[in-house]
């Protein structure tokens, strides 16, 4: 017959068991991100005429003492065409040259820095410095990485990125991606900075690498999207759950954090060639991927923007249609400690992918979704979105 410190024993490992599933059911329960409301606050319309043409990789929104305005690329002529968001009218056309003195070669996104200062990303690979007659007043050379890209950006996805005197750029691909090893990524660096204030404006490549087992479960895309909050850069990658968090001051990675969303669990990985066909689109919209990430600097959070993975013979598209303008687009809301607030999915191809902005009002998303029943190419169109739990002006 057993004595009581047997049974005693036995109670006390009983508890322990209880107390850590316990525990294990409440971290993997933590690990859910909740649901987040977001409602349409108002709508924007801005009737364009025939002879604009948007380019929707690149708008930027304009918050001054005479107004609230949204400077986007016009494909004809080419353009930057400025527009007062509340008088819904054309303000200003900073016209890109294709010949002469102040031609800029092939335009690749802009930043409007300053009231009459244009930093535009050119190719060959260029940041060309222009005033809003046009006029070039500088061409800063961009020395290539060691993985020889001939790449230049700045795009919605890949802003220039600016802090006191220097300009931040991205070259986030590949020479070949498909000959590439898994040890060619602790050797690439992707990150670039220029001092402004220097005369020889030389290229700095930061030594920030992507982490050393991105592809230990197979290769990956290595697209990205990129923002910044005071000193940190944020890089967020469009197949992985890490973001990566970057000193300006240091020039150097402080860590990865991981925020991954609900929506999808794995990654279209890519093979050792070109898929055939539709094969790797289709592999890409079932499995789902994260897109742009946006500082919302009035609300002080993140908006990380992703695609969850969809059956494409459900939606009634072409597979190549769905991957130009996704049937349904997810945001993740993430506070400044990088800790997920929540998200939401919107459905019904609702949103046209890539052209978002951060305002006063709120988030704009454009609804120039041309699957849309209501797809209306005379007006730029965009909701104002809200999400509960954050504060707001009006």
Same mark, same amino acid.
């Given at each position: 017959?057993?004595?009581?410190? /047997? ?160 300009? /931040? ?20 660096? +992707? ?32 697209? @990205? ?15 992985? +759950? ?14 990865? @954090? ?44 993140? /908006? ?39 998200? +939401? ?5 609702? @949103?046209?992918?890539?052209? /978002? ?38």
């Amino acid at each position: 017959m057993r004595d009581s410190s /047997y049974y005693t024993t036995l109670t006390m490992k009983t508890l322990n068991f209880l107390f850590f599933l316990l525990i294990t059911i409440s971290c993997n329960v933590s690990q859910e991100n909740k649901f987040i409301q977001a409602t349409t606050y108002s709508s924007l319309h801005v009737p364009v005429n025939t002879s604009f043409s948007p380019d929707r990789t690149r708008t930027q929104y304009i918050n001054s003492d005479s107004g609230e305005y949204l400077a986007i690329l016009n494909k004809i002529g080419p353009a930057i065409e400025i527009y007062n968001i509340e008088s819904k009218k054309l303000a200003k056309r900073i016209k890109l040259n294709q010949d002469g003195p102040n031609r800029i070669g092939l335009d690749n996104g802009f930043y409007l820095m300053a009231p009459d200062s244009l930093y535009l990303a050119s190719i060959p690979p260029k940041v060309l410095i222009l005033n809003f007659q046009g006029e070039v007043l500088k061409k800063i050379p961009v020395s290539p990485e060691q993985n020889g890209v001939n790449f230049l950006t700045s795009n919605n996805e890949l802003p220039f990125l600016f802090d006191d005197q220097f300009l /931040y750029g991205a070259q986030p691909f590949f020479q070949n991606i498909f000959q590439m090893k898994e040890n060619d990524l602790k050797t690439t660096k +992707h990150l670039y900075k220029i001092n402004l204030k220097d005369q020889k404006n030389a290229t700095e490549w930061l030594e920030v690498f992507r982490p050393s087992d991105s592809w230990e479960n197979g290769k990956k895309d290595g697209n @990205f999207s990129w923002t910044d909050r005071y000193d940190s850069i944020l890089v967020a990658p469009y197949t992985d +759950h890490r973001i990566w968090l970057i000193s300006k001051k240091k020039g150097e990675l402080i860590d990865y @954090f991981n925020l991954k969303s609900n929506s999808f669990n794995e990654f279209r990985l890519v093979g050792e060639s070109v898929p055939v066909g539709d094969l790797g689109i289709i592999e890409d919209l079932e499995k789902g991927r994260y897109e742009i990430i946006l500082h919302d600097n009035y609300r002080d959070v993140f /908006y990380r923007f992703f695609f969850p993975g969809v059956n494409w013979e459900e939606t009634g598209l072409t597979p190549r249609d769905l991957f130009s303008n996704r049937s349904k687009i997810g945001i993740m809301v993430i506070d400044p400690n990088l800790n997920i607030l929540g998200e +939401h999915v919107f459905e019904k191809n609702r @949103f046209q992918m890539w052209n /978002y902005f951060v305002g006063k009002k709120g988030l704009y998303v454009s609804t120039n979704n041309p699957n849309r029943d209501d797809f209306d190419e005379n007006y730029l169109r965009y909701d104002i979105i809200r999400f509960e739990g954050l504060e707001y002006d009006e």
